[in-house]
Nanobody, 131 residues
């Protein structure tokens, strides 16, 4: 399968905003991961097929994930960016259904996510935030 395609990365000053786009569709969960130099990759925001959203605590209130099924895209709007948000950002999709957390209160994408549960990945787009 072809890798997912991300776009929208770039350089911005602290407090600024960027929007990342990912060509993804037909998924149970789509998640934006990021990896900073010298750090492990972490999931920051996820959306499932019906639009249920989960965020990592580090980005709550600043990042917004959304999907447009007709356009076959997943977006990550990043606001109030901080230097610690500097990382390579990856879009990933689970087209099998193993990343869904099933709970009595309702299903959602597991957060933190497990990388091995995502079978489609993009090559990444760099986000750099200067102070």
């Amino acid at each position: 399968q072809e890798p997912l395609v991300e776009s929208g990365g770039g350089s911005v000053q602290a407090g600024g905003s960027l929007r990342l786009d990912c060509d993804a569709y037909g998924f149970y969960c789509a998640t934006w991961f990021r990896q900073a130099p010298g750090k492990e990759r972490e999931g920051v925001a996820a959306v499932d097929s019906v639009g249920t959203i989960t965020y990592a605590d580090s980005v709550k209130g600043r990042f917004i994930i959304s999907k447009d099924s007709r356009a076959k895209k997943v977006y990550l709007e990043m606001n109030d960016l901080k230097p610690e948000d500097t990382a390579m950002y990856y879009c990933a999709a689970d087209t099998v259904g193993v990343s869904v957390s099933i709970r009595p209160s309702g299903n959602s994408c597991r957060m933190p996510p497990r990388e091995r549960e995502y079978n489609r990945w993009g090559r990444g787009t760099q986000v750099t935030v200067s102070s």
